[in-house]
Each structure stands twice: as C-alpha cells, then as structure tokens.
C-alpha cells in the first residue's frame, strides 16, 4: 500500500471507529475501554491499535487470490480478532455492559469487507486522478 493508501484507509477506519464508539459505547452504553464515559485510555486504541491492525490486515489481503481465499482470510482476521477482544476483556482494557461477544464475532467480518471496499475505492480515485493528470 502507498503511503497515500494508509491514510485514507487510517482515516476511514478512524471515523468508522468513532462513529461506532460514539453510538455504541457512549449513548447506549453496551461496551467501552477502561471506565464508563469518554476516556483517554479508548484512545490508544482507536488512535494507536486499530489503525495498526487494519493496515496490516489490507497490506495482506488477498485481493488477487479466489473468492475462497479472500473469505477464508476474513475468517481468520475474524477469529483473531475476537480472541484478542476477550484477552482485551480478561485484562479489564475493555468492557462489556450488554454487548456479547458473539456480536463482535458477526460483526467483524462485515467491518472487514468495509475496509476492503473502501480501499478499492481510494485506489480507484488514486488512479482516476492520475489519468486526469495525464
């Protein structure tokens, strides 16, 4: 991925995140990092952590491989990701307050594929403007 790449998928993933936080954990309170409410310590996560872990996710995504092979990646990331999440709750980073575990597992692959499709789209733009430019 260009550098150009990273960030704007940084950056969605970021607005992504917080919009969800902010509906999720804020208003209807079901999970949050550290303690209840706005908290700088969520912030290592949704500034430090996740864009970390969607760049390395996207650097490895098969996007030339078979249909199989880009869902069994998902899978993988999928399962990954919820196994980090219950260490994350087991070290009390990270609560739940009606939020099941569960939920992240179906969720997460659909955040996954988001991702995928909003890179796609940065490159796609990437590309068109260099055409222009001639």
């Known amino acids: 991925m260009s550098g150009i ?6 950056l969605f993933s970021t607005f992504l995140q ?5 509906f999720f954990d ?11 409410g706005v908290d700088w310590g969520g912030m290592l996560y949704i500034l430090g952590i996740f864009p970390a872990v ?3 996710y ?7 491989k078979e249909l199989k092979d880009k869902l069994l990646y998902v899978f993988y990331w999928t399962v990954i990701s919820v ?3 219950d260490l994350f709750l ?7 307050n009606g939020w099941k575990l569960w939920y992240s ?14 890179h796609k789209y940065a490159c796609y733009l990437l590309k068109r403007n260099n055409e222009l430019k001639g």
Request: net charge negative.
């Open 26 to 36: 804020l208003k209807y309170d079901l999970y949050g990092y550290f303690n209840k």
């Open 58 to 64: 996207l650097n490895f995504f098969p996007y030339k």
């Open 90 to 96: 087991w070290s009390g980073t990270f609560y739940y």
């Open 105 to 118: 597992a179906i969720i997460y692959p659909f955040l996954y594929f988001i991702l995928v499709l909003f």
């Open 54 to 56: 969607n760049t390395v």
């Open 18 to 22: 917080i919009m969800t936080d902010t």
């Open 83 to 85: 196994v980090f999440e």
């Open 5 to 10: 790449e990273i960030l704007t998928t940084i």
